[in-house]
């Protein structure tokens, strides 16, 4: 090998470093470097019978957060039914004499936290403000969660999400490997079996692990069901494009792991716009997570739960579409000449 055919193979090294450099720091640290509240969504409740001033203080905090929080006004019932269907991160309930933020432990924890902490020093500011206009001692902000989650209650449903997204491409990218280690053709039947396996027994794993996590969580039926689709989905997927690029198509797969607990883990109102449109918008993972998460908390009706059925469920029949469709009939080997020539 020549000086300059080195020389350009460095170059080609240094190049190759820095777009893997590239897109990681897209992937990963950018995603944490630029998270910022934008257009948070969250309510102000105040009851229907609450007197004019207490109303005019709430209406003013719907205009007072700048562009970090969208507030709307709402009555505490509406409020806690907007928490419910995760429409909003908290809600600041006032009262005469009472101030109280409420929180979901359904709804994510990164979103939670930053409303937490908004609407509480709001409800401060507003009690302190109440308290010097009627001469009497400033209320205590009190925090309320509904459907209270352990911290692994707030782990577990992004974790299940990678696991079963690791746990199916290592089985695909396995089958693939040894497949050609074999020299044998990978057949429609080889794969099906795969997807259904690994589904099944990934499924096995996440209860395995909530069970071990924590022993309060345990998974009912819908849980199971729900992580049994998204493994299948993901298998799924992972096989189709397997199939298309073979092993090429880990340069595609592995990198979307790293979506996960950068992406996923966040709420979009905290990303930054690019990563919200050209990243978040599609990733798997959120629909995993975010229905995972609305289960294990007992909100079945929560609509991240449907909407996440339909987009695994699309996902799981685009894959097996692929799977399934014929592919071209191998060519039978040329016969040597020597073999054609009329025995003698």
Do not use: C
Not at 143 to 166: C, D, F, K, M, Y
Not at 205 to 229: E, I, M, Q, R
């Amino acid at each position: 090998m020549t000086g300059t055919s080195t020389r350009r193979i460095a170059g080609l090294a240094a190049l190759a470093g820095a777009v893997i450099a590239v897109v990681l720091g897209f992937l990963t640290v950018g995603v944490q470097a630029s998270v910022a509240p934008h257009g948070l969504p969250v309510a102000v409740a105040v009851p229907d019978h609450a007197p004019p001033p207490l109303r005019a203080a709430a209406q003013r905090l719907t205009t007072a957060n700048g562009d970090a929080l969208s507030v709307r006004l709402t009555s505490p019932e509406q409020g806690r039914q907007l928490l419910d269907d995760k429409k909003v991160y908290g809600v600041l309930e006032l009262a005469p004499g009472q101030v109280g933020v409420v929180v979901s432990g359904a709804v994510n924890p990164a979103g939670t936290q930053v409303a937490q902490q908004a609407l509480t020093g709001a409800g401060q500011a507003l009690s302190a403000a109440m308290a010097q206009a009627t001469g009497t001692p400033a209320a205590p902000v009190r925090v309320e969660t509904v459907h209270p989650a352990s911290p692994a209650g707030r782990v577990a449903p992004l974790a299940v999400s990678i696991l079963a997204w690791v746990g199916s491409l290592a089985a695909g990218a396995l089958l693939v490997f040894l497949g050609r280690r074999s020299g044998g053709r990978i057949g429609t039947a080889a794969r099906l079996t795969q997807i259904a396996a690994t589904a099944v027994l990934i499924t096995a794993v996440a209860a395995g692990f909530l069970a071990l996590w924590d022993s309060s969580l345990t998974p009912g039926w819908d849980v199971l069901g729900y992580v049994l689709l998204t493994a299948a989905a993901f298998a799924a997927v992972q096989a189709a494009l397997l199939r298309l690029l073979g092993i090429r198509a880990m340069a595609i797969l592995g990198p979307l792991y790293l979506l996960a607990p950068n992406v996923a883990g966040q709420v979009p109102e905290l990303l930054n716009p690019a990563y919200r449109i050209l990243l978040w918008s599609w990733t798997p993972f959120r629909f995993s997570t975010e229905g995972i998460r609305s289960l294990l908390q007992g909100i079945p009706g929560a609509p991240d739960v449907t909407t996440g059925v339909w987009v695994l469920g699309a996902m799981l029949v685009a894959g097996l579409v692929v799977v399934l469709w014929p592919g071209r009939a191998p060519r039978p080997a040329p016969v040597p000449a020597a073999e054609l020539q009329p025995a003698r």
